[in-house]
T-cell receptor, first 118, second 115 residues
């Protein structure tokens, strides 16, 4: 079975540009989350989408936006890139069951998209 | 404000011995805790979790202990194997809403198993 797939794997942008990162969840997973991992830090929550609706947003500026499509894939968009946006962007998907004992919070992560802003 | 803290950036353990990784949290609303393992060039992989209604959860060589009064959890790996060398992240969530799966991660501990 295919896991969570992300594209592109690596990309280089310059300040002021915008970027679109893409994510395909595990088949059957309806929830997709995005995390930013800066070097030396743990992943930091950006967004969660469930059934195409935003369910949560982290402490990120409005330059960050996301959406989820009918097939449950997702895009993360970042506008007006800053040097500090350089990071590994991780997408994760999770099962539809919200029962905590069934592991609703067990996120399966993709390998990430490494963004470098010059 | 670091709500989940892993105060040891690195840990080296002899193969076959026990590895103990520690994690502290400050948010009393957290009620579900997870450990993830990360190899270079890969995404974090789920290892083991524990609900706040328990104080111990075991899965093979991995055991997680939760001390709610101290707001502390630990991951024990025994016996440690070379393949366990990775960065380990502690994560926590407060499951207040349906579908709310925001995880708050610590900064990670790099575990090196010495053959």
């Amino acid at each position: 079975d295919a896991g969570v797939t992300q594209s592109p794997t690596h990309l280089i942008k310059t300040r002021g540009q915008h970027v679109t990162l893409r994510c395909s969840p595990i088949s059957g997973h309806k929830s997709v989350s995005w995390y930013q991992q800066v070097l030396g830090q743990g992943p930091q929550f950006i967004f969660q989408y469930y059934e195409k609706e935003e369910r949560g947003r982290g402490n990120f500026p409005d330059r960050f936006s996301a959406r989820q499509f009918p097939n449950y894939s997702s895009e993360l968009n970042v506008n007006a890139l800053l040097l500090g946006d350089s990071a590994l962007y991780l997408c994760a998907s999770s099962p539809t069951d919200s029962d905590p004992d069934a592991g609703a919070n067990v996120l399966t992560f993709g390998a990430g998209s490494r963004l470098t802003v010059l | 404000d670091q709500q989940v803290k892993q105060n040891s950036p690195s840990l080296s353990v002899q193969e076959g011995r026990i590895s103990i990784l520690n994690c502290d949290y400050t948010n009393s609303m957290f009620d579900y805790f997870l450990w993830y393992k990360k190899y270079p060039a890969e995404g974090p992989t789920f290892l083991i979790s524990i609900s706040s209604i328990k104080d111990k959860n075991e899965d093979g060589r991995f055991t997680v202990f939760l001390n709610k009064s101290a707001k502390h959890l630990s991951l024990h790996i025994v016996p440690s194997q070379p393949g366990d060398s990775a960065v380990y992240f502690c994560a926590a969530s407060a499951r207040s809403n349906f579908g709310n799966e925001k995880l708050t991660f610590g900064t990670g501990t790099r575990l090196t198993i010495i053959p």
